[in-house]
């Protein structure tokens, strides 16, 4: 695995921590530096109460986040990742993320979908959302019921686009020595239509994905690769692949495609199977 710098953030909830340990158990196998970050934000609106908190509490607050903080990176060098430091800043969460992943030289950002709030799906405005969507680099969004376990069965949904391409290298680096990737190709029409396929058109559409699936499938000649090919939305045919194949624990996506859209958009592909994919999904980004 070639992940040498990982950002974990945490806000000491539930789905945050399972986020920390899977994020310590690709550090300790990657002897990856492990940074925990906690972002302390109390918003305006509080301090303009009636009766707003006085200076001592805000103090306790830093101090309980701090010791939190330690806590957890004990956890981790624990657990195997001995290369961890923790890192407390102060402002809006994701914002504070995402600065720190753009002035460092992470090469992947281990997050959980949902935090304090228990919602059971990412929201639009979201810390997870608003990370997947700024950050520079790879992220992994991880579920509260992820498994911590290697990765034996990844999908990667593809386009065959240069991020996509990228996001195949990806799974390969993820998956487990006895795991098996899929390698998915969905045909989007390009207008709506109701009608059937020509049998011809389909016949060499099929071809030409075919080829290129088989094309893709050999970069990774140390795994064991399927493929699949479907017509519909892509979206919305990754979903469904994930929900009638329980042994898919990992999605590998691009974050944008041939469109060349260079950050992920409300409606993209990758935002929608992140929110709702019941596994974690990686959106895999180069850094420039």
Request: a neutral charge; glycine letters at 6%.
């Amino acid at each position: 695995m070639t992940f040498t710098k990982i950002l974990c953030p945490t806000d000491f909830s539930e789905g945050s921590q399972q986020a920390v340990r899977v994020a310590t158990r690709l550090a300790s196998e990657a002897s990856a530096d492990l940074v925990i970050v906690h972002a302390w934000f109390i918003p305006p609106l509080a301090f303009s109460m009636d009766a707003p908190f006085p200076p001592y509490v805000v103090q306790d607050m830093v101090d309980d986040a701090q010791r939190n903080l330690d806590a957890a990176v004990r956890d981790a060098i624990a657990a195997g990742a001995k290369n961890t430091t923790g890192q407390l800043v102060s402002g809006v969460p994701w914002s504070q993320v995402v600065e720190i992943l753009e002035k460092q030289a992470f090469d992947l950002c281990v997050i959980g979908t949902h935090g304090r709030t228990g919602l059971s799906r990412i929201l639009v405005g979201s810390v997870a959302e608003m990370v997947i969507r700024h950050s520079p680099c790879s992220v992994l969004a991880v579920r509260p019921d992820s498994k911590v376990a290697a990765f034996k069965n990844v999908l990667v949904p593809t386009d065959f686009s240069e991020t996509a391409t990228y996001a195949l290298d990806l799974a390969g680096q993820m998956v487990d020595a006895d795991g098996t990737i899929t390698l998915l190709h969905v045909l989007e029409l390009p207008v709506a239509f109701s009608g059937e396929v020509a049998p011809d058109f389909a016949r060499d559409l099929d071809k030409k994905s075919a080829a290129a699936l088989d094309a893709s499938a050999a970069r990774l000649k140390n795994a064991r690769v399927t493929t699949r090919s479907r017509i519909g939305y892509p979206g919305a045919q990754t979903l469904s692949t994930i929900e009638h194949d329980p042994n898919i624990d990992l999605v590998v996506m691009g974050s944008h495609g041939r469109t060349g859209i260079k950050r992920v958009i409300m409606g993209s592909v990758a935002e929608k199977v992140v929110r709702h994919a019941r596994c974690p999904v990686l959106v895999a980004r180069k850094r420039a």
